[in-house]
């Protein structure tokens, strides 16, 4: 993958165009890295994608409150290909404190915030996996 990005660099290319492969490396770097880190080595290999990019790139993946279904059916599919031992993995859990908030989604014309689950009250706090 790194091969790719070099390839790339030295090719200079001007429009560039990267495939969902080379969007996901970068952004396993990004979330890995940090936002400076990831500047500092895009500031070296100016042909990877643009933390702009990797946002559009996240915004696009549908999240909703509760268990994300296509998710799910991923880690299905991968892990009937592990061993036993492959399979062995650590979950972490980490409550997050929410403020209540409405905000108007524009792309699906829809107004998100304050989950109410039917006990009448609203969260201040979430579980992350």
């Not at 933390?51 to 299905?76: D, Y």
């Not at 859990?93 to 989950?115: A, F, H, M, N």
Request: net charge positive; glycine share 4%; with cysteine.
């Amino acid at each position: 993958m790194i091969l790719i990005f070099i390839n790339k660099k030295i090719n200079k290319q001007k429009g560039q165009r990267f495939n969902a492969q080379q969007k996901a490396f970068s952004l396993t770097l990004y979330k890995t890295m940090g936002k400076h880190a990831y500047n500092s080595l895009r500031a070296i290999f100016k042909q990877i994608p643009s933390i702009q990019t990797l946002q559009s790139v996240l915004h696009k993946i549908p999240v909703h409150p509760g268990l994300n279904p296509f998710i799910l059916r991923h880690l299905e599919s991968v892990s009937q290909k592990m061993s036993m031992k492959e399979k062995v993995c650590i979950l972490m859990w980490d409550e997050v404190s929410i403020q209540p908030k409405c905000t108007y989604d524009i792309r699906k014309d829809i107004i998100c915030g304050l989950e109410e689950w039917g006990n009448n009250r609203n969260a201040k706090s979430r579980i992350t996996l």
